[in-house]
């Protein structure tokens, strides 16, 4: 019987969604613009059945970093090479046969090195091609599986199924060896069985192999065939046999166990597996870089050769998929532009909104812009008819039948655009200065503060996006108090401020503040003093305790008369702020800083105040320093909650100038009022012939 021409089964990809998911992890966080080789895992099965592909598998854990976390069940590792382009044209580009060559190179020279032989995943090799276009989840890949290449075809005398050809003892103790080398060795997919009268065969790994083996009766050379062809071998048996002729078998015929098995219901079935007596031939082993190889280019879904489409677009969940593509724009930013921006901590901020209006809409839809996926509503109001055009977070249905509450509406409907967003509305109305509460609403009202409060508490961030100046006052009180980032944002009709709150710090016996002028730092003594603040807040520059500013008002007065563009620049900026903060080194507790300072983190400056017109077109970043005074965050108003919130908060409310007496300002303003009773009477002349200072002016007091 003359001898036949060896062929081989060629290999299938297989890549699950779970692949392409973390490709896209990976591509986004970690390979970026880098379309250098990345080692992966790829696995195979035996081949069972009969006419199947020969599967080669890629997943998620095809990125592990170690063998033994990527393999999986009775699966045979192989050792790959992922390559990632950026565009398009980069993939359509490749060099497909270079990188083969270069794979397979590696395999030569692991084969030289034996270094295969204790580590078999090396013989086994594929490279990937990939382009991932991560805004459409389309994924074009093409799989390449090189094999050495003999200088003359191979062939084979006889193929038999290995019951016929071992016992029946023999084939039994061959796969329950297999099964236990298999759990203890990771790597291993080859080895050899020497059969003998004494036992029923010994399988070792090809660390044992030995040029006698070449020489012997019984020895079978095996190897994990992920074919399942009567009569052909797969596509890995092909290294394998160039390692044989390398260990010692050129030019000798040797028997190869083309070993395929399945575990049903306990039993181990090798009924698929064939014996094929060898003719093993010469490789030209003196350049592993110029060694004669095939390339195993996989053919796409049109018999031809060329890549491949995976399209998830269409399988995937919506709702992660709308997550995934939201990130998609801000994890771009860590490619080039800022590798250092904190995605994670942005993400994990809770938010807490002060108003569900112009400002609220448009804050809240920056928030998830950046990410940020917790974020509640609070407001008193319902939709009317002339919010949908300004706020974009309503439609006119919610204006109808008296209007739906905004606090819920602005949630459900910022769900709508970011489901994976957690957002809440809670319809509260906050008490005020100069709106007075009676006895009987008292608890009522103390109920409305500790609700408040726990909000706050539960909160990384605060936004005061109120209409009036005293509404902000209970939430910049407790935001001192509790140390939270508290942020304001306010309109006029063609200007408009944002500006973040100073955090509250220990202080022995005196009060710190920046002076924006000069940039130094004076000190305020007061032997009262328990607290400093960092920098300002809304109300450490008044002079007035807040009062209830709707009281007698015309129409224009009590509505907020914008410029309808102004609500968008305030909104970005008071979010674009707190986003900034939350990369400086102190965070909340970040001080002044210089206002162009652009390498105070990595978004760059850090402001206290922006104070932007419209008018002229400009903008002005300043700072605002602490004041003793101050009727919301100074230590007297501090205390004097922590001693008895209900008599500060009924106080406050009810006497117009409660906190003006408490902080001292009170105080403050009559002395300046005594000091513009002084009057000074210069005598000119005895100036000029240079006489006693302490005599040249008269202090003349106001008599009391």
Not at 61 to 87: H, V, Y
Not at 163 to 177: M, N, P
Not at 617 to 644: M, N, Q, R
């Amino acid at each position: 019987m003359s001898d036949n021409f060896l062929r081989f089964a060629p290999m299938t990809s297989s890549a699950d969604a779970a692949f392409w998911k973390m490709l896209s992890e990976k591509k986004l966080n970690e390979f970026k613009l880098d379309s250098t080789t990345n080692t992966i895992f790829g696995q195979y099965s035996s081949g069972y059945r009969p006419n199947m592909p020969l599967r080669l598998c890629v997943g998620s854990d095809s990125f592990a970093l170690e063998p033994k976390e990527a393999r999986s069940g009775q699966q045979c590792l192989m050792s790959g090479q992922l390559i990632s382009s950026n565009t398009l044209e980069q993939f359509k580009s490749q060099d497909v046969t270079k990188s083969a060559e270069d794979a397979i190179s590696k395999v030569a020279a692991a084969i030289t090195s034996k270094k295969v032989l204790s580590d078999n995943s090396l013989l086994h090799t594929f490279v990937v091609f990939t382009h991932s276009n991560l805004k459409k989840y389309k994924f074009y890949y093409w799989f390449c599986v090189p094999a050495l290449v003999p200088s003359s075809p191979i062939t084979f005398k006889s193929v038999k199924k290995l019951g016929d050809v071992l016992t029946e003892d023999e084939v039994l103790s061959l796969s329950q060896q297999w099964v236990v080398t298999h759990l203890e060795n990771t790597t291993f997919s080859c080895g050899v069985f020497r059969t003998s009268k004494e036992d029923n065969g010994t399988l070792s790994t090809l660390e044992s192999i030995t040029a006698e083996d070449f020489e012997t009766d019984g020895v079978y050379f095996c190897i994990c065939d992920p074919g399942a062809f009567a009569e052909h071998p797969g596509w890995p048996v092909r290294n394998f046999l160039a390692l044989l002729s390398k260990c010692g078998a050129e030019d000798k015929t040797v028997n190869v166990v083309c070993y395929r098995h399945r575990t049903q219901l306990g039993v181990i079935d090798t009924s698929p597996s064939i014996v094929l007596s060898v003719n093993i031939t010469k490789y030209d082993w003196a350049d592993a870089t110029k060694i004669s190889f095939v390339a195993g280019l996989e053919k796409n879904a049109k018999g031809k050769l060329g890549p491949r489409v995976c399209n998830l677009a269409n399988t995937m969940d919506p709702y992660r998929l709308a997550e995934s593509s939201a990130a998609l724009n801000l994890r771009l930013m860590r490619w080039r532009l800022r590798p250092d921006v904190q995605l994670e901590k942005i993400a994990g901020t809770k938010c807490l909104l002060l108003g569900a209006g112009t400002l609220g809409c448009n804050v809240a839809r920056n928030l998830i812009g950046w990410g940020v996926k917790h974020i509640t509503f609070v407001d008193s109001g319902s939709v009317s008819y002339s919010n949908p055009v300004r706020q974009s977070l309503f439609r006119f249905e919610d204006s109808l039948d008296g209007g739906k509450p905004k606090a819920e509406t602005a949630a459900k409907r910022l769900k709508e655009i970011f489901p994976s967003v957690t957002s809440e509305g809670v319809m509260m109305s906050i008490p005020m200065p100069g709106h007075p509460v009676s006895d009987t609403n008292l608890s009522k009202t103390m109920a409305v503060v500790k609700e408040l409060e726990a909000l706050i508490c539960a909160h990384d961030a605060v936004f005061l996006l109120m209409d009036t100046k005293e509404s902000r006052w209970l939430p910049t009180l407790i935001c001192a108090v509790e140390k939270k980032i508290c942020l304001t944002s306010a309109l006029g009709f063609d200007s408009y401020l944002v500006m973040r709150h100073g955090i509250s710090q220990s202080c022995d016996g005196e009060h710190t503040a920046v002076s924006t002028a000069t940039t130094t730092t004076t000190t305020m003594s007061d032997t009262n003093a328990t607290t400093q603040m960092t920098a300002g807040c809304y109300f450490c520059n008044d002079t007035n305790q807040p009062r209830n500013t709707t009281r007698d008002r015309s129409m224009d007065q009590q509505c907020t008369v914008s410029r309808p563009g102004i609500s968008m620049v305030a909104s970005a900026s008071t979010v674009e702020l707190m986003i900034a903060l939350l990369h400086h080194p102190d965070g909340a507790a970040c001080g002044y800083t210089e206002p162009d300072d652009d390498e105070a983190t990595t978004l760059g400056a850090v402001p206290q105040q922006i104070r932007g017109s419209f008018a002229n077109f400009s903008s002005t970043l300043i700072g605002g320093a602490p004041s003793s005074y101050c009727t919301a965050c100074s230590h007297k108003v501090i205390a004097a909650w922590k001693e008895d919130r209900e008599l500060l908060v009924k106080s406050a409310l009810n006497d117009n100038l409660f906190l003006e007496d408490l902080t001292g300002v009170s105080d403050l303003k009559k002395m300046v009022d005594d000091f513009d009773d002084f009057e000074f009477d210069d005598d000119d002349e005895e100036d000029e012939q240079g006489g006693d200072e302490d005599e040249d002016f008269e202090i003349i007091g106001k008599t009391q």
